[in-house]
């Protein structure tokens, strides 16, 4: 019988494999804004990642892309958009004429947060927050929202974000990353994602453990 779950795993790993050799844009990553600020140098500055991640989440990755394909074949807006400046590079998911999408794919029990009435989307996720926000600005569109989207179900819920409030914050988070490029000064390791856990999902945890004296 041939294993399918094999072949699978195997391509996943291959795909891994060839996207260390991959160059990065050099420039600011939207979907890392409001992350760690010494894991945001590191990538932009394209170092060597220490800590891959393993297959289960590599599987996990590969089933949020197959949701953004999804979604994005109901729309006959603009999809993937490039939005590029000196020092930023990222793709918006779904561009229409006045607003900003970008999809977030979610397991079962994370969706059911999402559908508390105390659920703040500001508070939660602000990552995702900043980076919608900033293609809302640099795309000169008035509005913005998340689509998270339930990966059992499809049940979806869309969550406008507030402009006003998060393009001021990504200004001065990029005048900050901007500030530390040019005086080739690594920002101190600040994890801020994740409700405290971000450092567990970092690609340079060893690599930054090993400067803090941590190993």
Known sequence: ????????????????????????????????LGRCMR????????????NLPDITALKRFEVGDLFHDYVQNFFT????????TDDVKGYADIVTNDEVVD??????????FLLDKEFNVDKAKPEACMQVSLYA??????????LFINTKSLATVQ??????????????????????????????ASPRCYA???????S???????LEGKV
Request: charged share 30%.
């Open 137 to 146: 600005k640099l795309l000169n569109k008035p509005k913005a929202s998340l």
């Open 196 to 202: 405290g856990k971000e450092c567990s999902y970092c």
């Open 77 to 84: 807006a603009q999809i993937e958009v490039l939005v590029e």
């Open 103 to 112: 999809i977030k794919s979610v397991n079962d029990w994370a969706f059911k």
């Open 204 to 210: 340079f945890l060893q690599k930054c453990n090993q």
């Open 1 to 32: 019988m041939t294993d399918i779950a094999k072949l699978i795993e195997k391509e996943l790993l291959r795909q891994q494999e060839e996207s260390k050799s991959r160059e990065r844009s050099g420039k600011w990553s939207p979907s890392r």
């Open 159 to 188: 969550c406008e974000v507030n402009l006003g409030e998060w393009i001021a914050r990504v200004d001065t988070e990029l005048a900050t990353l901007n500030s530390a490029w040019e005086k080739k000064a690594l920002p101190s």
């Open 39 to 50: 894991y945001q140098y590191w990538s932009r500055a394209n170092e060597v990642e220490t």
